[in-house]
Structure formats: structure tokens, C-alpha cells
């Protein structure tokens, strides 16, 4: 019977298997040989792991990178997994580890939009221009805000970044957190609790020179419409 259930993982296809396996029939069923079934593991992962790394880096471009190489590893090392084990866990593990290796040889650079973003935010800002003035504020703060959490999230300790992203962005369990982290669920309940208090603080920081800003863009555009 056993045979016979492998015998039919193998003819379905991998959207009639995806539909029907859990994550350890397609880990067995890769070890087994079929590993066209691998890319049931990438359907189901791959956004999450993106998002992550995403969250962690910025660069979206890069974590779309870094993905491809955890589903390496993952593929490299699947036989090291236990059955029964979470398998969230094991992909989130090595998601994590490649994540904070790129970090670490990437100190310099990290949080940085880079040349080819700024020369976009340039062109965005020509559009932009021409724009009532009522869409110009509204894009405007739109803008802010992004920039205004993205420099809130960066600023956070890297433990309480990882944990916040992990539950928040993820909406992973904290047993889940603590199985990809190693650390007890009271010091990840911590650890949530002070990012979004330092959030809370840091975007409240940043909203009190909001108005100083939008009044000085205000002038400039004002100035430029003058101009012309």
C-alpha cells in the first residue's frame, strides 16, 4: 500500500500533490526521488520567505536573491530534516541564517536605497510635478510614512527587528518564532513588547518634524511653479 501511494505521488502532477500533501509527504517525496515535487515546497514558502527577507534587507531585488538560495540550501540539506519536526521551523532557520550572513558582510551598504532607487525617486518627483497640489501632499505623505517606518523598523535592534517581522509581517505562532530563533517565548514576548514600544517612540519622534517638512516642501514647490 505504501508503494502504491508513492507509485501515485508520482504520476499526479505537482498541483494535484500540492493539494493533498503535507510538507512532510513532499519532503519524503523528494527523498524518494521525486523532485519535480520540490516545487510544491517553493509554491507554498516562497512568498513568506521573500516577505521576510524583504523586511530584514529592504532591497527587494536582493531578497528575491537570497530566497533562491535558501530553497537551495533547503533542497541541499533536505535529508537532514527530521519527519515530524516543523517544517516552517527548518525553512525559517536557514532563511534567518542566510539572511543575517548577507547583513554581516553587508554592514556598510545595509538600509542604503542605492543609485539606481534614487535616480527612480528623481523621475517619480518630475511626474509628480505636474500633479495637482492636492495629489502632490497626498504622495507626499504617503512617502513619508513608508520612509518614516522603514527608518523605524532599521533603527531596532536586530533580535527585536527579527521577532517583530516573525509575528507581525509573518503572523507566525510565538512557539513557531521560538523553534526558528532558539530563544524562550517569554524573551520573544519581550522582545516584541520593547520594538513596538521603540516603534511607537521613534514615529512619534518622527511625526513631530513632519509638519516643519511638508512646510518646506510646500515652499519649494510654490517657489518652482514661480519659476516657470
Known amino acids: 500500500m505504501k508503494e502504491l501511494g508513492r507509485e501515485i505521488c ?9 493539494q493533498v500533501l503535507s510538507d512532510d509527504n513532499v519532503v519524503q517525496s523528494v527523498r524518494d526521488g521525486n523532485t519535480r515535487n520540490f516545487e510544491i515546497l517553493i509554491n507554498r514558502y516562497s512568498k513568506k520567505i521573500i516577505n521576510f527577507i524583504h523586511k530584514m534587507i529592504i532591497d527587494y531585488d536582493e531578497a528575491q536573491s537570497l530566497a533562491q538560495d535558501v530553497f537551495l540550501k533547503v533542497y541541499e540539506t533536505i535529508k537532514r530534516y527530521k519527519m515530524q519536526d516543523n517544517f516552517q521551523a527548518f525553512i525559517f532557520t536557514i532563511a534567518k ?15 542604503l536605497s542605492g543609485q539606481s532607487n534614487e535616480s527612480g525617486n528623481n523621475q517619480f518627483a518630475e511626474e509628480r510635478y505636474f500633479r495637482s497640489e492636492e495629489t502632490q501632499q497626498d504622495l507626499l505623505e504617503k512617502t513619508q ?6 527608518e523605524a523598523l532599521k533603527s ?4 527585536q527587528r527579527i521577532a517583530l517581522i516573525m509575528k507581525v509581517y509573518l503572523d507566525l505562532s510565538y512557539n513557531k518564532i521560538a523553534e526558528v530563533t532558539g530563544w524562550s517565548v517569554p524573551k520573544i514576548e519581550t522582545l516584541i513588547s520593547r520594538a513596538k514600544s521603540n516603534l511607537k517612540e521613534k514615529v512619534r519622534l518622527k511625526e513631530m518634524g ?5 512646510q518646506e516642501n510646500k515652499k519649494i514647490n510654490v517657489l518652482k511653479v514661480n519659476a516657470r
Open 10 to 18: 508520482y504520476n499526479n502532477t505537482v498541483q494535484e500533490n500540492e
Open 97 to 111: 541564517n542566510i539572511t543575517l550572513n548577507y547583513i554581516k558582510k553587508q554592514k556598510r551598504i545595509l538600509w
Open 145 to 150: 510614512q513608508e520612509e518614516m517606518m522603514t
Open 156 to 159: 531596532l535592534k536586530e533580535n
Open 210 to 214: 513632519k509638519t516643519e517638512i511638508l
